[in-house]
Antibody, heavy 122, light 110 residues
């Protein structure tokens, strides 16, 4: 079955960087976009950007541009999301979520990884 | 891009029907048939319930349905069950080639 498994919780100091991984299985890794979405404690969901695992192309939400980098390692079906210059308001659960197949129309996120809690605290 | 507007909470009794609204603009909800809905139980990852306004993925109960009129999308849950108690989030593709979510709605089954 399609599954996304993320790396474990992280605690970082303000100003540091964090890199979260998301390993995909059960489907053709290069055939689907991968998105990152975060959820601050008690808050709603916030879209951060996507990566095309086939060619490494990315598109980031304007809010994160300059601070976010998404990469992939296609042979091992893993995508990474690195966020730098961390602030206390970056404390959130970060999710990877598979998007639609590349070059197809439609818009949804399915499935989602289990989430990675990133805590930013001095 | 401002978040889509959802009611903070809705409630209903078992067996009843409820509807959750999701209001955006002509730049997102009103501009595309690309609204999706997610169910999230406490401490769990979101789960896709409705894609592209009204499509129900395989395995999702037919008690869940979606629709859209103008800049407002809606999720209806019929025959409410205790297991439906969760947070529900809407999402839309936008004219900026980005995605935007609503603030989430807490559904309480009385």
């Amino acid at each position: 079955q399609v599954q996304l498994v993320q790396s474990g919780a992280e605690v970082k100091k303000p100003g540091a960087s964090v890199k979260v991984s998301c390993k995909a299985s059960g489907y053709t890794f290069t055939g689907y976009y991968m998105h990152w979405v975060r959820q601050a404690p008690g808050q709603g969901l916030e879209w951060m950007g996507w990566i095309n695992p086939n060619n490494g192309g990315t598109y980031y939400a304007q809010k994160f541009q300059g601070r976010i980098t998404m990469t992939r390692d296609a042979p091992i079906s893993i995508v990474y999301m690195e966020l730098s210059s961390l602030r206390s308001d970056d404390t959130a659960v970060y999710y990877c979520a598979r998007g639609v197949a590349v070059a197809t129309k439609g818009s949804w996120f399915d499935p989602w990884g289990q989430g990675t809690l990133v805590t930013v605290s001095s | 891009q401002s978040a889509l507007t959802q009611p903070a909470s809705v409630s209903g009794s078992p067996g009843q029907s409820i509807t959750i609204s999701c209001t955006g603009t002509s730049s997102d909800v009103g501009g595309y048939n690309y609204v999706s809905w997610y169910q999230q139980h406490p401490g769990k990852a979101p789960k896709l319930m409705i894609s592209d306004v009204s499509n129900r993925p395989s395995g999702v109960s037919n008690r869940f349905s979606g629709s859209k009129s103008g800049n407002t999308a809606s999720l209806t849950i019929s025959g409410l069950q205790a297991e439906d108690e969760a947070d529900y989030h809407c999402s839309s593709y936008t004219t900026s080639s980005t995605w935007v979510f609503g603030g989430g709605t807490k559904l309480t089954v009385l």
